[in-house]
């Protein structure tokens, strides 16, 4: 990497907690989306899209207290081609020191008949919707929802009438992942080259990852010209999710030489809100994934271990502490005290208050005397489930399995519901089965199992298993997640932490509802 080079500014737009969250299963409590929030701030991303303000009450809230909350971010918030969508939007992402309303209508051909608008039709409606937000606020975002798909003469055509109607950012979405690396540079170039007034306003890119470019179409735009990219934690988002923040944020620093561009972005802050992001929406970190897998640093092959003993930059491009990963995997045990555990929650971007603190370290206590070893993935499954927020309603106080070959499991199951203890013994097709039958019966509820998913954070057999669960019930989903060197203890855990945020939500009325009314694919 050449540091001589003259290098411009490309914008991160961190879409985590729109088009990310939206992503079915997704969904994070309005406790979590500030957390986000607050992480994407400090790790200085430019745009935070917060969420979509007229999709429910708990959406306009979340937005309307990141907008508070921010500090130096613009926090942006979506809104159809209409005024009532825009009007809530701007009064949610008023409160920020620098709001933005990025509003969107889809229009290639397939998404033109939604509508049912002809091309003129729907060129009067982006004159009338941008105008209306401009005259609420100085920064308008403005979409052509599925670009990539749409006609090249209309979509020059409503380009240049967003920018007349006072649009600031052009974003080019390929909605549906469909483009190509050049065909992305060029789409871009050839829309500032042609569009009136196109010098003077910013282009963006949106890209979704279906056919696994989204990086690569990403960073193709920017060289067409495209100076601020649309992205997501892990790449978050419907279907193969979106471009991911990380991806691109190290690439354009890992290969300045060929590509000029810099963003503002710490990236000794990518581990931290990579892992914050996998636990509160559940959708965990494929180990191979680029940059934040569990296996982007790892080097097993005799061949790399020498390599890497003797020079790291045999095998490595980047540096682990460039993404926020401590150099040593400093091992805890039993012997490790308060002082040590709250230095090492430190560097793995945890700061603790006292009683917090207290809790964690009871657990580490706790682990540590059935686990030689404790890794850096252990304490993080730690202290993900003591702040947990939605830990409360119900406990698992006991629970004790009986399985093996030639007959059904049987699980003992006692819990603590709204401070009652109550006990019960349920048979089922393996010792998951019989724990979530037994946890059924104490709780009966509807609420449907959407996914079970295990992970072993460590190695050994010793090894904690992380396992999330996603419930469904009347429309709402909570994921839920709990870590535990015992399989079965871990999946009932997580089994009542699903069932814990789904209380949570349904208590929820009014202006906490979480529930969402509408989605952005709805068009008005
Ligand atoms: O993918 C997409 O087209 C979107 C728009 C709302 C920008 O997310
Ligand atoms: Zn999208």
Redesign the pocket.
């Known amino acids: 990497m050449t540091d001589t080079v003259s290098k411009d500014r490309v914008l991160i737009f961190d879409t985590t907690l729109r088009?990310g969250e939206q992503s079915p299963g997704a969904t994070m409590t309005h406790e979590e989306k500030l957390e986000i929030a607050g992480l994407l701030d400090d790790m200085g991303v430019d745009i935070i899209e917060a969420g979509f303000p007229i999709a429910s009450e708990g959406d306009f809230r979340a937005v309307s207290e990141i907008a508070r909350q921010s500090r130096n971010s613009t926090i942006c918030g979506?809104a159809r081609a209409n005024l009532t969508d825009i009007d809530r939007c701007w009064e949610a992402v008023q409160h920020a020191k620098s709001p933005r309303i990025h509003t969107?209508i889809g229009t290639s051909p397939l998404h033109r008949a939604i509508p049912n608008l002809d091309m003129d039709q729907m060129a009067e409606r982006i004159h009338d919707t941008v105008t209306h937000a401009r005259n609420l606020c100085d920064n308008i975002q403005w979409?052509p929802?599925?670009a990539t798909r749409t006609e090249w003469d209309y979509l020059c055509r409503v380009v240049e009438i967003a920018i007349k109607a006072g649009a600031t950012t052009i974003?080019i979405?390929d909605?549906v992942g469909y483009t190509a690396p050049r065909e992305s540079a060029d789409l871009i170039r050839r829309l500032i080259e042609t569009v009136p007034g196109a010098d003077d306003i910013i282009f963006a890119t949106?890209c979704?990852n279906d056919l696994g470019m989204a990086t690569a179409n990403a960073l193709a735009a920017v060289e067409g010209g495209a100076r601020q990219i649309e992205c997501t934690i892990n790449g978050l988002g419907e279907r193969a999710g979106n471009t991911a923040l990380e991806e691109v944020v190290m690439a354009l620093k890992v290969r300045g030489d060929i590509m000029p561009y810099e963003t503002g972005v710490d990236s000794r802050k990518i581990m931290n809100i990579s892992r914050r992001v996998a636990t509160v929406s559940g959708f965990a970190v494929q180990f191979n994934k680029a940059i934040v897998g569990k296996n982007a640093f790892a080097h097993e092959s005799g061949i790399h271990q020498d390599g890497m003993l003797k020079n790291a930059e045999t095998f490595e491009i980047m540096r682990p502490e460039d993404v926020g990963l401590s150099e040593t995997n400093l091992v805890m045990g039993k012997h490790s005290g308060r002082a040590a555990l709250r230095a090492k929650l430190k560097d793995l971007g945890f700061e603790l208050g006292d009683n917090q603190l207290k809790d964690v370290f009871v657990r580490f206590k706790e682990l540590a005397d059935r686990k030689k070893e404790v890794y850096d993935e252990d304490l993080i499954a730690l202290v993900s489930a003591a702040t947990d927020p939605a830990a409360d309603h119900l406990q698992i106080v006991s629970l004790k399995v009986l399985c093996g070959t030639g007959g059904p499991a049987e699980a003992t199951l006692e819990m603590e519901i709204d401070g009652k203890d109550s006990i019960a013994t349920e048979h089922g097709d393996g010792p998951v089965d019989a724990a979530f039958k037994a946890i059924r019966v104490l709780h009966p509820n509807k609420a449907r199992l959407q996914l079970y998913q295990v992970h072993a954070v460590t190695e050994g057999t010793d090894a904690q298993a992380t396992v999330s669960v996603r419930l469904e019930e009347d429309g709402m989903i909570a994921t839920g997640q709990s870590a535990d060197t015992d399989t079965v203890v871990a999946s009932a855990k997580a089994y009542v932490n699903a069932l814990n945020r789904l209380v949570v939500r349904r208590n929820k009325t009014g202006p906490g509802a979480d529930t969402r009314e509408v989605s952005?694919k709805d068009v008005s």
């Open positions: 088009d979506l969107f979409s929802m599925d974003n979405p909605t949106h979704h952005y």
